[in-house]
């Protein structure tokens, strides 16, 4: 069974870092892309970032640019979003997600129950 | 960036109602389009990935159908379990995009 468990949201105050992480499991984790969305409270859906099967590349949305970096470490099946420069826009519940392809964007099948990051003083 | 527009942004149906939701992209995507469901509290379920194909495990009810810029997704015969809000996401470009949602409300 697949499993997408995220952690590490906290409330913090603008200006200030945090990183999300999420521990993955039931499927061979080196073999897709990995994503972050996140979901404002009583708002849609914003796609985050994008990383690779190996790390080599990545993708930010550009509300996020310059201010995020997607890692992850295959080596622990695991995700990460280092998050910096924190504005209050940035809260939100933010999910980790498997994508089907190694490199490209695709579909979400599998969808973590997300860690809630508020950005307040 | 592309934008994806659903309208309506909300709906009132029946139990056995068809029910069709729209999702139109600012340019050409292909058929790089999916479909999800979010209940209140819960992480979103893909239900229909390039444009049109079913999600192992999704009742038949459920379709799609587009290409390019206009896409739809229809409930032949809403369920009960059926009233949810449903997000489009393209995925033919960086940054992929999700739709602002369409709220499926029981009348």
């Known amino acids: 069974e697949v499993q997408l468990v995220e952690s590490g949201g906290v409330v913090v105050q603008p200006g200030g870092s945090l990183r999300l992480s999420c521990a993955a499991s039931?499927?061979?984790?080196?073999?897709?892309?990995m994503h972050w969305v996140r979901q404002a409270p009583g708002k849609g859906l914003e796609w985050v970032s994008l990383i690779s099967w190996d790390g080599g590349s990545t993708y930010y949305a550009d509300s996020v640019k310059g201010r995020f970096t997607i890692s992850r470490d295959n080596s622990k099946n695991s995700l990460y979003l280092q998050m910096n420069s924190l504005r209050a826009e940035d809260t939100a519940l933010y999910y980790c997600?498997?994508?089907?392809?190694?490199?490209?964007?695709?579909?979400?099948?599998?969808w973590g129950q997300g860690t809630l990051v508020t950005v307040s003083s | 960036a592309i934008q994806l527009t659903q309208s309506p942004s909300s709906l009132s149906a029946s139990v056995g109602d068809r029910v069709t939701i729209t999702c139109r992209a600012s340019?050409?995507?292909?058929?790089?389009l999916a479909w999800y469901q979010q209940k209140p509290g819960k992480a979103p379920k893909l239900l229909i990935y390039d444009a049109s194909s079913l999600e192992s495990g999704v009742p038949s009810r459920f379709s799609g159908s587009g290409s390019g810029t206009d896409f739809t997704l229809t409930i032949s015969s809403l369920q009960p379990e059926d009233f949810a809000t449903y997000y489009c996401?393209?995925?033919?470009?960086?940054?992929?995009?999700f739709g602002q949602g369409t709220k499926l409300e029981i009348k």
């Open positions: 997600a498997k994508g089907r392809d190694p490199v490209a964007g695709t579909e979400l099948d599998y």
């Open positions: 039931g499927f061979t984790f080196d073999d897709y892309a």
């Open positions: 996401q393209q995925f033919n470009s960086y940054p992929q995009t």
């Open positions: 340019q050409g995507i292909s058929s790089a």
